[in-house]
């Protein structure tokens, strides 16, 4: 309960998945950065979110055992991408054999085109 109370007031984009990628909680920063309604009632899968190219499978068996980070691409609702620096990291619960997940996302397209307008300009 504390940790949902940390992400739910995060500025940053957070959510709490399970294992196996479902994610069982989410932040208003994650639902406003992937497009969805705040009133949403259907639950989401992180291989929803993730850019097809990654293979899920394996981000979440490192992340469970001992955590992952990396840069990705999450997709939108509406079908636009966006790249972010997520991070996994198991939270371990007492009644629960599998940890959770917790996650936080850094949406890296501003730095992305800060860099190519640097790039340019050198050139």
């Given amino acids: 309960r504390q940790y949902a109370a940390l992400v739910e007031g995060a500025g940053d984009i957070a959510f709490i998945c399970q294992a196996d990628g479902q994610v069982s909680f989410s932040n208003p920063s ?55 620096r997520l991070s996994l990291r198991p939270v371990a619960l007492e009644r629960q054999r599998r940890p959770l997940l917790a996650a936080t996302a850094v949406d890296l397209a501003c730095i992305k085109e800060r860099e190519a307008l640097l790039r340019a300009a050198l050139e």
Avoid at 49 to 54: D, G, I, K, P
Avoid at 70 to 81: A, L, N, Q
């Fill in 30 to 84: 994650f639902d406003a950065a992937v497009g969805r309604s705040p009133d949403h009632v259907r639950a989401l899968h992180l291989r929803e979110v993730l850019a097809s190219e990654f293979d899920l499978a394996p981000i979440l068996e490192v992340a469970a055992a001992e955590g992952w980070s990396g840069e990705v691409t999450f997709h939108r609702m509406d079908g636009s991408r966006f790249p972010v």
